[in-house]
């Protein structure tokens, strides 16, 4: 889990505007391992016709649909055999213990709890307890615990209703030149769009949530422009920019890579074979089948790559020894959580980096972030976010052009999700940043897309 650093927006986000600008060109096409889109050729036009009404125009012939409104689910008296106390100056999503039915991984999800409809009591249907002074309810974070000389204390049973609102994604169809709505089944965190039956064409996603309030906007419509198809480039940028490692593969040469991070390269909360390094070593396999391949992982759930480097000699994660007396010839960094390193910082780090790989005859990769929680990155809206607002985006790319360093194109799948129906957010089963396993694929698409197809 990372720590937002929310303040640090208002000055890097100067540096964003000066430096996109020159770097826009960049992101195009023409950038290093960039991916093209896959264009439907023909989309539906979806258009709000009423409040919870759509009106869905496909191949000449129009529907209308009314939309449900987001339902409000009622919790009555959920037992909770003990409390956290409440801690103030815990970060946004843990200051206490997570209310259930709103549980992410490790967190909560938030705003979905119902303002004022907590009610806290020592027996089911007992006597109202009182906020702020017996507990502390976190309503964004969801998040209760109970305070010092209140009736709760670290052992205390007790008993919680109230009142949230899940997420759900509808979806039009259409199959034999007829259109439907399927609706699709709620989710507190990771609502999924309902499945096709066979020879139907989804042409539409609807996204209802907490944050659906009186009525549909435009933000909750999600017509099918793109069809995710992965469009590996031709060209090879590894063959350039990586010629030892490029050797090594087509040679059939040991090969040892060293995945490097934060928590999602843990990814303790997937399967092993989710993780995105191990399905990135898997494609690699069977791209290069007479590859001779290790792979190592050192991550640090958390962590940034400057706490790494802040470790002492004999510490579990001293970068010395868990990653450059490792030896990898090849290193694939990830860590979504430099987002809130200062530029000054990155400006430091990274030459440092790449000169002490240099120094070791190693090749670098750094995995460009993945979006995260919406109001984390400054965006409004999971639509409309094809460009990646975070300074360190922007930096890691510029540090990449300039170094000869390979930089994944994760950002771009990500802010195409819109386009192919996908909230992105509703891949994390935190809420915050933990991709879920499809979530995590699209890290090995923008790797792949490195070694394209020559």
């Known amino acids: 889990m ?70 409000t689910v009622t919790v009555t008296d959920e037992k909770y055999d003990r409390l956290d106390k409440f801690n103030p100056a815990g970060p946004p999503w843990h200051r206490a213990t997570p209310l259930q039915a709103l549980k992410a991984d490790e967190c909560s999800v938030e705003n979905a709890l119902v303002p004022g409809t907590t009610v806290v009591t020592l027996q089911p249907g007992g006597e109202a307890l009182e906020a702020d002074k017996d507990y502390i309810l976190d309503e964004p974070g969801a998040n209760i615990g109970w305070k010092e000389g209140g009736k709760i204390g670290p052992e205390t049973t007790v008993y919680i209703s109230y009142m949230y609102v899940p997420m759900r994604i509808d979806s039009v169809v259409c199959a034999d030149g007829r259109m439907r709505l399927v609706p699709g089944a709620v989710h507190a965190v990771n609502p999924v769009p309902p499945e096709l039956e066979e020879g139907e064409t989804r042409l539409a996603n609807i996204y209802v949530c907490h944050e659906t309030k009186d009525r549909l906007t435009d933000d909750n419509l999600y017509p099918i422009l793109d069809d995710g198809t992965l469009r590996i480039p031709q060209k090879a940028v590894a063959k350039k920019l990586l010629p030892k490692t490029w050797k090594k593969l087509h040679d059939g040469k040991p090969l040892r890579i060293l995945a490097w991070g934060d928590s999602v390269t843990v990814g303790r909360y997937v399967a092993e074979e989710e993780k995105w390094q191990n399905v990135f070593l898997k494609r690699l396999r069977e791209r290069f089948p007479e590859a001779d391949i290790e792979l190592v992982s050192q991550a640090w759930g958390g962590r940034t790559t400057a706490a790494y480097l802040a470790e002492p000699p004999g510490s579990e994660y001293n970068y010395q020894e868990k990653v450059l007396d490792v030896k990898p010839d090849l290193i694939v960094s990830e860590f979504v959580n430099d987002f809130a390193l200062p530029l000054e910082q990155l400006e430091v780090i990274y030459p440092k980096l790449k000169a002490d790989f240099d120094a070791i005859g190693a090749e670098w990769i750094i995995v460009g972030p993945h979006y995260i929680r919406p109001n984390w990155m400054g965006l409004t809206s999971q639509k409309n976010c094809d460009d990646d607002p975070r300074p360190y985006t922007a930096f890691i790319r510029g540090f990449g052009k300039e170094n000869r360093v390979p930089v994944s194109e994760t950002p771009v799948l990500y802010g195409r999700l819109w386009r192919q129906g996908i909230p992105y957010n509703t891949l994390m089963v935190n809420n915050i940043n933990h991709p879920n396993p499809y979530g995590l694929s699209l890290f090995a698409d923008a790797l792949m897309a490195l070694f394209g197809t020559e």
């Open 2 to 71: 990372k720590t937002p650093f929310g303040s640090l927006y208002a000055g890097a986000l100067t540096f964003l505007l000066l430096f996109a600008a020159g770097f826009a060109g960049a992101q195009s096409a023409s950038f290093p391992g960039a991916i093209p889109p896959s264009p439907v050729r023909d989309p539906a036009k979806v258009t709000l016709t009423g409040d919870w009404q759509i009106k869905v125009t496909y191949h000449g012939k129009s529907n209308t649909f009314d939309i449900d409104p987001p339902e």
